[in-house]
């Protein structure tokens, strides 16, 4: 399983950013998706789940500002990050959660993680 988080950087204030997420090696839409980040000093939190329904969840800190999206052709997750603050600023993760194999047998369930890109949001 391979999962590369891209497209962090450093956003002005009130700006935007999208979060991508490239991923290999699990069958991709059975998976339920998600973004983390951790911010330093802290510890990582969850900002947003997408189950294989598309349903998304959004953490209370980002709702209204952050979406998630996947597509299942693509094998992608994408986070969309808007009026961006500074306390925004972490490191932000992918992960898959999967109970099957890539071929199809049933595991016991595990949660994957990529590493992190970077986002900085100045003041």
């Known amino acids: 399983v391979q ?15 999208r979060l991508s997420c490239e ?8 998976a339920t998706m998600a973004w983390y980040r951790q911010a330093p000093g802290k510890e990582r939190e969850l900002v ?3 189950n294989f329904r598309r349903t998304p969840s959004v953490e209370d800190s980002v709702k209204g ?5 996947r597509d299942n052709a693509k094998r ?3 986070l969309q990050m808007t009026s961006l603050k500074p306390e925004d600023t972490a490191d932000y993760y992918c992960s898959a959660t999967v109970d099957l194999t890539s ?10 993680w990529g590493e992190g890109t970077q986002v900085t949001v100045s003041s």
Do not use: K
């Open 3 to 17: 999962l590369q988080a891209f497209g962090g950087g450093l956003v002005q204030y009130g700006g935007s950013r």
């Open 23 to 30: 991923t290999s090696g699990f069958i991709f839409s059975v």
């Open 48 to 50: 947003a789940s997408i």
């Open 65 to 69: 500002r952050f979406t998630i999206s």
């Open 76 to 78: 992608m997750v994408y």
């Open 103 to 112: 071929d199809g047998t049933p595991m016991e369930e595990r949660t994957f």
